[in-house]
């Protein structure tokens, strides 16, 4: 939106500084004839309008948006436990996990 108003605002004064007449609101008004000079005003302020324009309406750079990488942590393998002991799942308080424990049988 703020774009269409920026374009919009350089287009009508543009318009507004190239009256046919080539006065440029320096003589105090009114036709006084053509002279011969003065026809060609609004070129520079059409030229300066088309190259502001463009500036505002080429397309934005791309925007890249990187995705966070997903870590995917393989279980450890689990050993078969030693003899006279079992592995058990536990609660650890201080982390209030479950924990993997060797227990005796």
């Not at 002991?85 to 227990?103: F, G």
Request: charged letters at 5%.
């Amino acid at each position: 939106m703020k774009r269409l108003f920026v374009i919009l605002l350089f287009c009508f004064s543009s318009l507004a500084y190239a009256n046919p007449y080539g006065h440029h609101g320096r003589h105090g008004g009114g036709h006084h004839g053509h002279h011969g000079h003065g026809h060609h005003g609004w070129i520079a302020p059409l030229i300066i309008g088309g190259v502001v324009t463009y500036a505002l309406t080429r397309p934005q750079q791309p925007v890249v948006v990187q995705q966070p990488p997903i870590i995917v942590q393989q279980p450890s393998p689990i050993v078969a436990p030693p003899p006279g002991y079992h592995y058990e799942h536990i609660l650890d308080a201080n982390c209030s996990c479950y924990r993997l424990a060797l227990i005796p049988n």
